[in-house]
Every structure is written in structure tokens, then in C-alpha cells.
């Protein structure tokens, strides 16, 4: 099973609104991480997780916090967002940091209002 | 900082013909990766390589690397319209072991 599998498909929210988006993999990897891609753009590394832990955050405003529950989950929490926060928000899993391909699940279509 | 360069950033050529996609970066890095994007859609994974010199097929995609020259090409022998797509290419580098992704290549291929 070399599936990455992505919560909600479509999410369109308000800037007052909080969201979450949820990624999900069962093929034991340790690395997962949080993409976001603007059209016709290619992806923008926002956090990297390792075993669990946080291990990169690209500079990201404190208004998106991510959040590993477990080896499996990866949340992607939303708050205040702003218009030029909509994009496709893609997860990728990897069975360590850095050292292997990245399988990327089908992303979620993210429309801030 | 770490640019990764795609070349050309569209392409639109006919089916049967050939053609050569290329990617530089910027850096010294260990591997690279081949991805393909659909409309709308996910990252698809095409190829790894892993070495200097390193070649993969697959069906009329074909990647090599150099990392003398930090160059990597992904050759399109006889397109069809089925490979109209954005190909990317992707870096990682053991500092920072993050991915880099390319500019894109956005093919279409013309029946």
C-alpha cells in the first residue's frame, strides 16, 4: 500500500473560521510533511516531521500549526486565514527525512473567502 | 540558496517526436527525483536517481543524472498525448534534508 490519503477533498472558509486538514499513511514511514502549491507553481515546503517531531518549519505564520498525533497522522490546523492562503495543500510521507522518495497524497483544494 | 532550474518551462510538441526536458541545480546534492503533476492533481513519483551516471527507463520516459555537471535530463522518445502533463524535477541536499522542487515543465503533446 503506497498510499498518502488526504482530508477534506475541498475546504472553503472564512478568514474568522478555524479548519483543520488531515493526512494519513500506513507504510510505516517516519517523515511526513506539509506542502503548499499555488497554480502553475511548484510546491513550497511549509513543515517536516520526523519520528514525531518537528523537525523543519519553513518560516511558516503562526496562523497554520501543524500537529503529529501519532506515526500514521499529520493535522494541518487552520486559523484567521487569508485570501492569499488558498492553494492545494498537499501531505507526503517518506520512510525518513530526506533520504527517500516522497509519495504525496491528493492534496486539498483550499478557497479562504 | 539552492535553485533548481527546469528547462523549458512549456513545452508543446507533436506526438511521435522527441524531445529533452532538463534540470540544474545549484548545489551538490545526493539524489534527484522526477515527478509528474496532472491538472488539478497530486505529485505522481517517476523516477529516482541516486548516482552519478545514473539512468532509468520507463515506457518513452527516460532520466539521467550528472552530478558533475548538477544536471539531470528526462527524455521524451515518441510522445503520446497521455504524457501532456507538468514534470518536475526535485533536489535533496543532506544540509537542511529538505526537497528543493524544480520550476516545472508544463508538456503538452499535440495529436
Known amino acids: 500500500d503506497t498510499e498518502v490519503t488526504q482530508t477534506p477533498k475541498h475546504l472553503v472558509m472564512g478568514m474568522t473560521n478555524k479548519k483543520s486538514l488531515k493526512c494519513e499513511q500506513h507504510?510505516?514511514?517516519?517523515?511526513m510533511y506539509w506542502y503548499k502549491q499555488k497554480a502553475k507553481k511548484p510546491p513550497e515546503l511549509m513543515f517536516v516531521?520526523?519520528?514525531?517531531?518537528?523537525?523543519i518549519n519553513e518560516s511558516v505564520p503562526s496562523r497554520f500549526s501543524p500537529e503529529c498525533p501519532n506515526s500514521s497522522l499529520l493535522n494541518l490546523h487552520l486559523h484567521a486565514l487569508q485570501p492569499e492562503d488558498s492553494a492545494l495543500y498537499l501531505c507526503?510521507?517518506?520512510?525518513?527525512?530526506?533520504?527517500?522518495?516522497?509519495?504525496f497524497g491528493p492534496g486539498t483544494r483550499l478557497t479562504v473567502l | 540558496e539552492l535553485k533548481v532550474e527546469q528547462n523549458p518551462l512549456f513545452l508543446s510538441m507533436q506526438e511521435g517526436k522527441n524531445y529533452t526536458i532538463y534540470c540544474n541545480y545549484s548545489?551538490?546534492?545526493?539524489?534527484l527525483y522526477w515527478y509528474r503533476q496532472d491538472p488539478g492533481k497530486s505529485l505522481e513519483s517517476l523516477f529516482v536517481l541516486l548516482s552519478n551516471g545514473a539512468v532509468k527507463q520507463e515506457g518513452r520516459l527516460m532520466a539521467s543524472l550528472d552530478t558533475k555537471a548538477r544536471l539531470s535530463t528526462l527524455h521524451i522518445t515518441a510522445a503520446v498525448h497521455d504524457l501532456s502533463a507538468t514534470y518536475f524535477c526535485a533536489v535533496d541536499i543532506k544540509t537542511g534534508n529538505q526537497f528543493y522542487f524544480g520550476t516545472g515543465t508544463s508538456l503538452t503533446v499535440i495529436p
Open positions: 507526503a510521507s517518506s520512510h525518513s527525512q530526506g533520504t527517500d522518495t516522497q509519495y
Open positions: 516531521y520526523s519520528y514525531e517531531k518537528l523537525s
Open positions: 548545489t551538490t546534492s545526493d539524489r
Open positions: 507504510m510505516g514511514h517516519r517523515a
